[in-house]
Structure formats: structure tokens, C-alpha cells
């Protein structure tokens, strides 16, 4: 003869780890979704910062070739 905290008690053990561990498991699979997301956001802003700065350089170089053409040879020296 089984009694209560033979049968039940295991099973119900059981039940509450499970259930505890899908709750976590979940929770910290939002939360690197959310991560993700906002390292998204971060890499489309940097990217937009390195493209405004590549063109900033572009347009520095041009005015530098106009005032003084020979930058380039100075600077490999």
C-alpha cells in the first residue's frame, strides 16, 4: 500500500520544476529577443554615423585636393 507522499508528492515535484523551468526558459528567450532588437537599433545607428563620417572624409578630401594637391604625397612620406 502506497501512501500519499509516495505517489502524489513525486508528481507534483515534477510538475513545479517543469513548470518553473518553462517560465524561465521563456523569460530569458524574451529577453534575448528584446537584446537583440535593441542591438539592432545600436548597429543601424552606427552604421548611419560611419556613413556620414566616410562622407564627411570624402568631401574634407576634395576640398584638400583643391587648396593643396599634393597632400597626398606629403602624407606617404
Known amino acids: ?3 500519499f507522499t ?4 513525486p508528481i507534483l515535484f ?3 520544476i517543469i513548470v518553473l523551468w518553462l517560465v524561465l526558459h521563456y523569460r ?3 529577453n ?3 537584446f537583440r532588437a535593441q542591438d539592432l537599433q545600436q548597429l543601424q545607428q552606427l ?3 560611419s556613413q556620414q563620417l566616410t562622407e564627411r572624409v ?3 578630401e576634395k576640398i584638400l ?3 593643396a594637391p599634393d597632400w597626398r604625397r606629403e602624407q606617404k612620406l
Open 1 to 3: 500500500m502506497h501512501t
Open 6 to 9: 509516495q505517489d502524489v508528492l
Open 14 to 16: 515534477f510538475l513545479v
Open 28 to 30: 530569458a528567450k524574451m
Open 32 to 34: 534575448n529577443q528584446a
Open 47 to 49: 552604421q548611419q554615423t
Open 58 to 60: 570624402k568631401v574634407l
Open 65 to 67: 585636393d583643391a587648396k
